[in-house]
């Protein structure tokens, strides 16, 4: 089948890889892969796994129609959707304000203006110390969401062999396209590949900045070599072998059959249009950062500040917010 063939395709799936062109202008019960830093036992060696970066694919009859587009027919039962969704989220926390406190998905995500955006961006270019620090209250962060298979992990090993969602910035952005384009190696590598993909070593420390505590994902690294995906086995997770660096037909269901018996679903961590009550709570967080008690913001599909909105002048400057096959007994039948 036409589509079932794009798994193991490479043109298709390099398709897949838009997220890392630049756009201008462990709970485990959600499926989220979490890296836990209260589980790291020696901070100095911070904490470590290994992860597979997973094509995403799926046989979700609407995300088939909306993945293959023309090329979806009634015969259709999996498409191979991006290899990560890309969200920009706020955090609101203002301690007067505590019933407005929580995440709201940026109408960004869908190509409409974010009154919480502009509000950040022209509290901290009004120059204003006391504006500027109430800019503080928004933070502002663009992740990415991919699948993972949970090859190892030391401080949670109850995620090992497990498919899961990673969520992830800039950083291991950066470090996928670094591969892709052989940067590292000198050769191009997709790290989603199934066939020549390449092991991620996760490697996370905590920075202490005094102000604050976040992760650094700076040393982790992706292996040299490249190697096929990962199936479960008698004998634990073993990589399949290549046939003149393919995948054999007869592995080929099985490989799909383990990417698809997963108990997550990628597109449920994908931005969400603000509700009404979002949208009230979004007019009240700006009127308050800015002074503006009128509460006329505009709406979602038209988030557009104007000057009246603030008691200040907005400036243009912007501010960064951050062998055989014969030879492995492959048992994984989906059950």
């Known amino acids: 089948m036409e589509q079932f063939d794009d798994l193991f395709n490479d043109t298709t799936l390099n398709e897949t890889m838009s997220f890392l062109d630049e756009k201008k202008n462990v709970k485990t019960a959600d499926g989220l892969y979490r890296v836990d830093m209260t589980k790291v036992k020696d901070k100095k060696r911070g904490y470590r796994a290994e992860l597979r970066f997973l094509p995403n694919l799926t046989q979700d009859p609407e995300l088939i129609k909306k993945y293959l587009g023309d090329r979806w027919t009634d015969e259709s039962t999996e498409a191979i959707g991006p290899s990560a969704l ?79 969602v990673f969520q992830y910035g800039a950083q291991i952005k950066d470090k996928i396209a670094a591969e892709r384009n052989g940067e590292i190696t000198g050769e191009p590598c997709n790290v989603f590949n199934l066939q020549t993909g390449k092991d991620f070593r996760l490697i996370v420390k905590e920075i202490d900045t005094g102000d604050q505590t976040f992760p650094d994902y700076k040393m982790s690294s992706f ?113």
């Open 86 to 164: 890309e969200k920009v989220t706020h955090y609101v926390n203002i301690r007067q304000l505590p019933e407005l406190k929580g995440y709201y998905d940026s109408p960004k995500n869908f190509g409409d203006k974010c009154a919480l955006t502009d509000t950040y961006y022209a509290l901290v270019n009004s120059k204003n110390a006391l504006l500027m620090e109430k800019a503080k209250m928004l933070n502002y962060s663009k992740k990415y969401f991919s699948y993972v298979l949970v090859i190892k992990d030391e401080q949670q090993p109850e995620c090992e062999g497990k498919i899961m």
């Open 223 to 335: 292996k040299e070599s490249p190697s096929s995906i990962y199936l479960p086995t008698t004998d634990g997770l073993k990589n399949i072998p290549l046939e003149d660096g393919k995948i054999p037909a007869k592995l080929q269901v099985k490989v799909k059959t383990f990417l698809t018996t997963r108990e997550v679903e990628l597109e449920d961590f994908g931005a969400r249009k603000l509700t009404d009550e979002q949208q009230g709570k979004i007019s009240q967080i700006v009127a308050y950062l800015t002074g503006n008690n009128t509460g006329n913001l505009p709406t979602e599909s038209g988030n557009n500040a104007s000057a009246d909105d603030f008691s200040f002048d907005e400036e243009e400057e912007e501010i960064p917010m951050n062998d055989s096959s014969d030879e492995f007994d492959f048992d994984f039948d989906g059950n």
